[in-house]
């Protein structure tokens, strides 16, 4: 089992920014690709960004392009999320998530996630 923990969410205006870090443990974290889901209220789960276990490939969301970066420290076992520019439509709660990465892997396969954390609340208000 990998356990994932997140923090950082909390309630900023819009506009402003927020960066959300989880840290993971019980599995060796440079295997696993990292990502970052969100579900809104009233909402289904939807996907944030991803990034490949050595950081070398990055895939986000339309709605957040441009806006959110995904990073991670394998020597810290952490991956982030920075968010910029936030909007109302942001707040949700924000997931962290991995999958265990195999050479093969092409964007689609990153979204069937092995594990999950609990999650944190971001809250942007107009």
């Known amino acids: 089992q990998m356990q994932l923990v997140e923090s950082g969410g909390g309630l900023v205006q819009a506009g402003g920014s927020l960066r959300l870090s989880c840290v993971a443990s019980g599995r060796t974290f440079s295997s696993y690709a990292m990502g970052w889901f969100r579900q809104a209220p009233g909402k289904e789960r939807e996907f944030v960004a991803v990034i490949s276990r050595n950081g070398g490939k990055t895939y986000y969301a339309d709605s957040v392009k441009g806006r959110f970066t995904i990073s991670r420290d394998n020597a810290k076992n952490t991956v982030y999320l920075q968010m910029n520019s936030l909007k109302s439509e942001d707040t949700a709660v924000y997931y962290c998530?991995?999958?265990?990465?195999?050479?093969?892997?092409?964007?689609?396969?990153?979204?069937?996630?092995?594990?999950w954390g609990k999650g944190t609340l971001v809250t942007v208000s107009s």
């Open positions: 998530a991995a999958k265990y990465e195999r050479p093969w892997f092409t964007q689609n396969d990153y979204y069937d996630m092995d594990y």
